[in-house]
DNA sequence: TCAAAAGTGTTAGATTTACACCCATGA
DNA sequence: TCATGGGTGTAAATCTAACACTTTTGA
């Protein structure tokens, strides 16, 4: 503490919205809050940043001991810091958006943390600002799935079309025409098609698809 | 100190990219960093954030104190946060990006922080992850010009459409065509036209230009 | 008189949007 | 056999990009 003793230190926190996708929906991880203050409201999952860790790595630690998953897509959504925003203490905090394949996701993790998953449109008064990072998280995240390979994060690893165009109508909010998404689909070389069929969604079956990374690489040209 | 006492506190500073446009280039605003550590390094202005006031709050006030100038168009940038960013302490530092229009900026006060206009295209090393922040205001505001009316602000109330152009050219980094341009302006009502002739920029002289906020509030479509 | 910047329209090509029917299958 | 979701192409409309010459005037 040598060189800035005069100045204010803050508590610095985490904040992650999990962002998933089941029965077309979006939907956002959120829990009843385990601490004072504000025990038991709704509120996203964080952790305090503590002195030997970077914010993203931080970041990465709180969403890694949720879900138990690692190398899971993940970006900043900004720092929020009014200065009554923790109505315990003064805390600065950084929020986070990720994405995870729900189905990855192991139950007893999600009902160890006593975490819900609830569509993006019926979300309750969170917690603090955390209403205000899931608006700043999914705003920056509509921008990002029209132009980055980003949705098959959400998405198991073999998926339909009808799945890819129902995660990208929820997400953005509207739909959009079948026959004109699968046009723009069928131009980006690294979703493949398979010759498996899923079975599950209709009588007739669906071709599975696959997002091939590699292709991706060479001509990462991704446009929705 | 009551709720979160076992969890590490952080200084946190801002630091401000302030952009300005002059001679068709659009600069950044450094200079000599006065304290230890990095004294005398190349670095963007900033302060630390102090404890009755809001992250954004010191940003302005920051922005302030630098230009002597308020209410200028600011945006954070983001929170950056590596262990060893700042080569004294564990600092977390939040970026702001601001414009200012360079003819309302007093040169006394510029001298008086020591700070010079350096083109986008020509940033030395820059303290600590300075650079880094730079970068990542710049791709920001790019993302902005295209949608939102900001360019006014980096901007005489009073411009010509060459003005206007070569702003735009500086930001996005590429030429554009002059009767595209051109044409895409006179489709938005609220960049209006004065019948006040700018005789600096050529002999024939240009029309000036001025944006109009009513206006764009009834009907906000601004796209270049 | 000429150099320098201002100002102005048209056309071809590319992109986007709207739109409707047949297919395969399990219940 | 029929209800359900899967799959497919074309044409009109819109948007974008390319392009060159005339005007004005101060030096």
Do not use: C
Not at 68 to 77: A, C, E, I, P
Not at 94 to 120: F, T
Not at 128 to 134: A, G, K, P, Y
């Amino acid at each position: 503490m040598t060189y800035y003793k005069e100045y204010s230190q803050f508590w610095v926190s985490v904040d992650v919205i999990i962002f998933g996708f089941d029965e077309s929906k979006l939907k956002v991880l959120i829990g009843r809050r385990q601490m004072d203050p504000g025990r038991g409201e709704w509120s996203l999952y964080g952790g305090f940043v503590s002195a030997n860790e970077s914010i993203d790595e931080a970041a990465e630690h709180t969403l890694e001991k949720l879900t138990g998953l690692s190398n899971l897509y993940m970006r900043q959504v900004g720092a929020f810091g009014a200065v009554d925003r923790d109505p315990g203490e003064r805390v600065i905090s950084v929020a986070y958006y990720a994405l995870i394949n729900v189905k990855d996701y192991d139950e007893k993790q999600r009902e160890k943390y006593g975490l819900e998953w609830v569509d993006i449109n019926k979300i309750p008064t969170l917690y603090s600002d955390h209403n205000l990072m899931v608006e700043q998280a999914l705003k920056k995240m509509r921008q990002k799935i029209k132009t980055e390979p980003i949705s098959f994060r959400l998405l198991p690893s073999l998926f339909t079309l009808t799945q890819l165009q129902r995660l990208y109508e929820a997400v953005i909010g509207e739909e959009v025409d079948k026959r004109n998404f699968r046009k723009r689909i069928k131009e980006m070389d690294f979703i493949e098609k398979t010759n498996l069929i899923d079975k599950k969604s209709s009588k007739r079956g669906a071709a599975l698809y696959r997002f091939n990374n590699k292709v991706y690489n060479e001509d990462p040209n991704f446009k929705l």
